[in-house]
């Protein structure tokens, strides 16, 4: 459901994310545009992708989209946004299927995407900080094992909230959207699989269909972009 915005001959307007125009992931997925375009494909709206160098983040450009001159951005019409937890909000409210109807369910299910995003997310992202930046230090190994507690603290609260449910809270939900987004970060670490249903969750939502799309999406960008 994707084309780049150079190639898209549409005429009707589709929103346009900013994307690496060669992930450092290598194509798995992991840079924030992967819940954005998750997002859309779980409610059908198609959308087209503007890659961008590192170099070309940091011009003025871009930095009138997202003043930290970062990946991505959500431009729709006159709507520019650049934080990932207000774009797939922005999406859910807009669209049907990732916001429950009931105002308490959808409060809640809103609850989730801001556990993933401030509880959750920062002490993974510490640990990336820690093994890209820190692996010379003479402390290394206590940091990261300070910093991989930290992480089983959250997951051990989040699996037993979980417990034996398919998804947070009722129905697949944004909320789930972003957790698993944030959680999947940790693939590799062998954090996840000392928590047998937070694994599963995650392999559940990565086998939706929406999941699948976006992830064909984004991998199929990076190969092409590679290629030659
Ligand atoms: N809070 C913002 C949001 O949620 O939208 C954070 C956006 C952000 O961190 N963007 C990153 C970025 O632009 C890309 S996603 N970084 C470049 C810069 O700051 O100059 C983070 C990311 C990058 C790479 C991998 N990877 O290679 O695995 C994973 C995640």
Redesign the pocket.
Known sequence: MTETSRQSTSARARPVITVFER???GG?G???DMRVRWALEEVGQAYDVRPLS?SA?KENAHRALHP?????TYEDGALAL????AIVFHIASHHEGLLPEDADARARAINWMFAALSTIEPSIIEREVVLYLERDENWFEQRLTLVDNRIRGKLTDLSRRLGGAEWLDGDFSAGDLMTVDVLR?LGGSGLLEEFPNLSAYVSRAEARPAFRRAYDAQRDFFNSSTAG
């Open positions: 992930s450092p992931d798995k992991l840079a924030r590192f983040m930290f001159g970062q990946i991505p650049f934080e990932t937890g970060r």
